[in-house]
């Protein structure tokens, strides 16, 4: 084991045959994209956007009612943006976590965390009812504490969750966690062994799109869809070559800009970044241990997420948070090399034990945050439209429950989730520009100083967190 940090030249030069695109996408076995959308077409439901919220909402509204006329339009390629580019972390928290849930709705925290765990299991069947090949694997996830605050942190949450009664969580000190993924820099470990699972993220927005033509959807792909218009009782929306008229229509356009314009201030684009190892040998995966497979991430607020592939590569990636002035979504913001050379710096500070490890894939791609960072809803178009947004980088999972929220608010419906607080109520809205680019600046800030000083928070972000309105990715 190497026990000297590994030079930045060292690190630089494990970059240096790194392919410029997510891995997950990278496969030669990628389905062929759906035609574009020509003439004029009419439907009961039409979805813009074919990531995970867009697919799950086609598949489920003709799972409710299979003689539903759905219809599906993407501007690019299903699964091409957010959900072909993550981590491939599928969680049952839909609040961004615990410690998130607890300060915004401790009320109704269990029923959500029901829910989540819900959501998940429903998952799981249908990647099992639809025989989606995504490398499916509930190995749960640890949240390491990588400074000594942190361990104080997550002997909080560990209590807060026996407390309540939130899944299996177990604590780890430094040695256990060390023996289930084994880095100098691991002081304890909290293990939600049941919330989370591990996936291929590609694979699980293709498996989508593949059940959603056989349950009769029509999918059109690279047709961007423009603002709906009424025409009648029906809603009109335009695309380069033909139009839809719709009944009832569900956004899912992630960090794109909404088509609802007054939805826009609520949400902002953010940047996170992603390298993937090569495929590691026996004696390299000997040397971190790793059997379980399991996701995990640091406890810091400018944190890492990282988990193993079943090719026994190591996705790593998070720490920086980029927002670009004015919350613009462009292919150029995709790379950023001066957040590859952190990220490579910090994984060889992490695994000093794999020098020798190599990078083959470097990428990034927007996230949808909002205020409290987890998803918020709504209708539009005398509630003929529905919305879900701002699910900030959690989406794998939450995705699949705002569907069922679109749907259910689409059908008028009292159901156990539209009277839910989350449900009812929106976040705050960020503030215009440059507002919004000098107060999340110095946001960033903040959180930079938080880490270094033992997670004390200065005035700035206790105001903030006193308001509701902050900035995480």
């Not at 880490?451 to 995480?472: E, H, K, S």
Request: charged residues 25%.
């Amino acid at each position: 084991m190497a026990t000297a940090a590994m030079s930045p030249e060292r690190a630089l030069r494990a970059l240096a045959d790194a392919a410029p695109r997510p891995y997950w996408l990278d496969d030669p076995a990628r389905p062929r994209p759906h035609p574009a959308l020509v003439g004029d077409v009419h439907c009961d439901l039409l979805v813009v956007g074919g990531g995970y919220g867009g697919l799950w909402t086609a598949l489920l509204a003709k799972e409710r009612d299979p003689d539903r006329e759905v219809v599906l339009v993407e501007a690019h390629e299903a699964g091409w943006a957010a959900s072909g580019r993550n981590g491939g972390f599928c969680a049952a928290s839909l609040t961004h976590g615990l410690g998130n849930g607890l300060a915004r709705w401790p009320g109704e925290l269990p029923e959500l965390e029901r829910l989540g765990r819900r959501n998940l299991d429903a998952i799981e069947a249908a990647v099992a009812r639809y025989a989606i090949d995504c490398d499916f694997e509930r190995t749960g996830e640890i949240d390491v504490a990588t400074a000594p605050h942190q361990v104080q942190e997550l002997r909080r949450t560990a209590a807060q969750a026996a407390e309540l009664g939130l899944g299996e969580h177990v604590l780890l000190d430094r040695d256990e966690v060390r023996a289930e993924v084994d880095s100098p820099t691991f002081l304890a470990g909290l293990w939600d062994r049941t919330g989370v699972a591990m996936l291929h993220p590609a694979k699980l927005a293709w498996g989508l799109k593949r059940a959603c033509a056989e349950a009769g959807v029509r999918i059109y792909e690279h047709t961007p869809a423009e603002r709906p218009t009424r025409a009648g009782a029906a809603l009109e929306v335009r695309a380069p070559y033909g139009r839809v008229r719709t009944r009832q229509l569900a956004l899912a356009t992630n960090a794109f800009p909404a088509l609802v314009r007054r939805v826009r201030p609520y949400v902002v684009p953010v940047y996170d970044h992603a390298l993937m190892t090569e495929p590691l040998t026996d004696d390299q995966l000997a040397a971190i241990g790793w059997k379980r497979r399991q996701g995990l991430s640091d406890s810091a607020n400018h944190f890492h997420y990282f988990r193993m592939t079943t090719d026994r590569r190591i996705l790593w990636g998070g720490y920086d948070i980029v927002y670009r002035y004015g919350g613009g979504v462009r292919a150029e913001y995709d790379h950023r090399p001066a957040t590859y050379r952190t990220l490579a710096q910090h994984f060889f500070r992490c695994f000093p034990q794999l020098e020798d490890v190599r990078f083959s894939h470097a990428w990034g791609g927007a996230i949808d945050t909002c205020s409290r960072f987890s998803a918020f809803f709504g209708t539009a178009h005398g509630g003929r439209a529905a919305y879900a947004l701002g699910y900030t980088g959690l989406g794998v999972g939450a995705t699949r429950f705002g569907a069922e929220v679109i749907l259910d608010l689409l059908g008028g419906e009292d159901s156990e989730r539209t009277r839910l607080e989350m449900v009812r109520r929106k976040p705050l809205p960020f503030p215009p520009e440059p507002v919004r680019w000098a107060g999340i600046g110095i946001t960033q800030w903040s959180m930079r100083r938080a880490d270094a000083n033992g997670g004390r928070r200065n005035l700035w972000l206790r105001v903030m967190d006193r308001l509701g309105l902050g900035f995480d990715s």
